[in-house]
């Protein structure tokens, strides 16, 4: 697969509530259609190094999810379900008529809702190391989701802390760490507390039941629990990878596009 700086170009599409989603695209209009949706305190440019070494012929939008990146929003619901519809106005104004959504972390539950939102447009379903975290992804009791809700607002940054923590493997590089902490924790408010929120509220079992599409997770080896593969085994088609941290797209932007690539709707 051949590297090539991508020309991407900026767009915006308006929604309700003075929402105004900002993305990038790029690639031929006709191509193979990839929907890159990022993670909680992330942006879309967190994959430009990925669509770099993408084949030239996939048409690649990567989203900047409301209240993320470029994305302003003066709304109230920071649901997965209303990420979902973020994402499916920017294939409405591109005219997109078939395409796979892959989604990192809290993009991983995202894009299970556009394929759910949208079943004759979205043909396959990606998460990159999202879906299979069986201390957050199932549907949690009013307790615990209250109990999470709580730890994130009486500290926030040691919430985030302990995301970034839990998400590195052993002999992670600490600055690296640093990295990642300093950049979620800069999230914008109160959207980052609200969709922490929506998340911590996502049923992903009933979102799992309404996508009728097949869904690969590409899920670090270390932090994979046999649980996870052995509850959901049988509808995740689960690939356990080597390429670092929970944020490995950054980390190994060259293998994460040959995974992507890989995957045909």
């Given amino acids: 697969m051949t590297t090539v700086s991508r020309t991407r170009t900026d767009l915006e599409v308006r929604r309700a509530d003075h929402t105004t989603i900002r993305y990038s695209a790029s690639g031929p209009a006709g191509g193979p259609a990839l929907v890159l949706v990022h993670g909680w305190g992330c942006s879309r440019g967190d994959f430009d190094a990925v669509t770099d070494h993408l084949p030239g012929d996939h048409r690649v939008l990567a989203v900047d999810l409301a209240e993320h990146g470029d994305s302003r929003s003066a709304r109230d619901v920071f649901t ?13 104004a591109e005219a997109v008529g078939s395409a796979v959504v892959a989604g990192h972390s809290l993009g991983g539950a995202v894009a299970v809702e556009v394929g759910r939102l949208l079943p004759d447009t979205i043909t396959h379903i ?3 190391d999202a879906l299979h975290y069986l201390s957050l992804f199932p549907a949690l009791s009013e307790g615990e989701a209250a109990a999470l809700e709580r730890l994130f607002r009486d500290d926030f940054a040691g919430a985030v802390r302990g995301l970034v923590e839990g998400g590195s493997p052993e002999g992670t590089d600490p600055a690296l760490k640093d990295a990642y902490f300093e950049k979620m924790v800069a999230v914008r408010q109160p959207g980052g507390l609200r969709a922490i929120e929506g998340l911590v509220r996502w049923d992903m079992d009933a979102a799992l039941d309404g996508a009728r599409q097949p869904i690969t997770v590409f899920a670090i080896r270390d932090l994979v629990a046999r649980e996870a593969i052995d509850r ?3 509808r995740l ?3 356990l990878v080597d390429l670092g941290s929970h944020h490995f797209p950054v980390e190994s932007p060259k293998e994460t596009a040959r995974l992507l690539a890989g995957v045909r709707g």
């Fill in 232 to 234: 959901y085994g049988d």
């Fill in 126 to 128: 990606v998460a990159l």
């Fill in 80 to 92: 997965m379900a209303e990420f979902a519809r973020d994402v499916a106005a920017v294939l409405e």
């Fill in 237 to 239: 088609d689960i690939v």
